[in-house]
């Protein structure tokens, strides 16, 4: 099993950073997902499942996303996700959004990745090395795009 956990400061508004999470954004922050939708909404978004299509080179993988885990607050939101990619990964993740101050916000992006069966635990010792590569460049992309957003507003 891979497991991740990546801090970081935006220096943009909670607000702001949350809306790049939205589902009619999350390919600015996702640019590799070529297809997010809604495929079921229950109250309060747990439970609530995703159609998520990602693109890697020629590849495209289409699984069920279901929410784990949200809140929207003033001062904190959370969202936990789920799915299974190729019959042979597990994927948990999720994004916090800690409000500092009006123009700073807590970035903690964590989650972890399990083989669920032999090709799968196998294709995860290979790719370790990388992971840490993937979760610093999805964070650096939130930071960008938020930055983004800011100058806009």
């Known amino acids: 099993m891979i497991t991740w956990r990546s801090e970081r400061e935006i220096a943009v508004n909670i607000e702001e950073v949350w809306e790049l999470f939205n589902d009619d954004q999350i390919q600015r922050i996702m640019p590799n997902v070529v297809e997010h939708v809604l495929l079921e909404k229950k109250p309060g978004m747990v439970g609530s499942n995703y159609k998520q299509s990602y693109k890697e080179g020629k590849r495209?993988?289409?699984?069920?996303?279901?929410?784990?885990?949200?809140?929207?607050?003033?001062?904190?939101?959370?969202?936990?996700?789920?799915?299974?990619?190729?019959?042979?990964?597990?994927?948990?993740?999720?994004?916090?959004?800690?409000?500092?101050?009006?123009?700073?916000?807590?970035?903690?992006?964590?989650?972890?990745?399990?083989?669920?069966?032999?090709?799968?635990?196998?294709?995860?010792?290979?790719?370790?090395?990388?992971?840490n590569k993937v979760v610093q460049d999805f964070m650096d992309t939130v930071e960008r795009e938020a930055l983004k957003q800011n100058i806009r507003t």
Do not use: C, P
Not at 106 to 117: D, P, V
């Open 60 to 131: 495209v993988e289409t699984y069920v996303v279901t929410v784990l885990e949200f809140e929207e607050t003033e001062t904190r939101k959370h969202q936990k996700w789920s799915f299974v990619l190729g019959k042979a990964f597990e994927i948990e993740f999720s994004f916090t959004l800690t409000k500092l101050d009006e123009g700073r916000t807590r970035f903690l992006y964590e989650g972890q990745n399990k083989g669920i069966n032999f090709l799968g635990r196998v294709l995860m010792k290979l790719g370790e090395k990388s992971n």
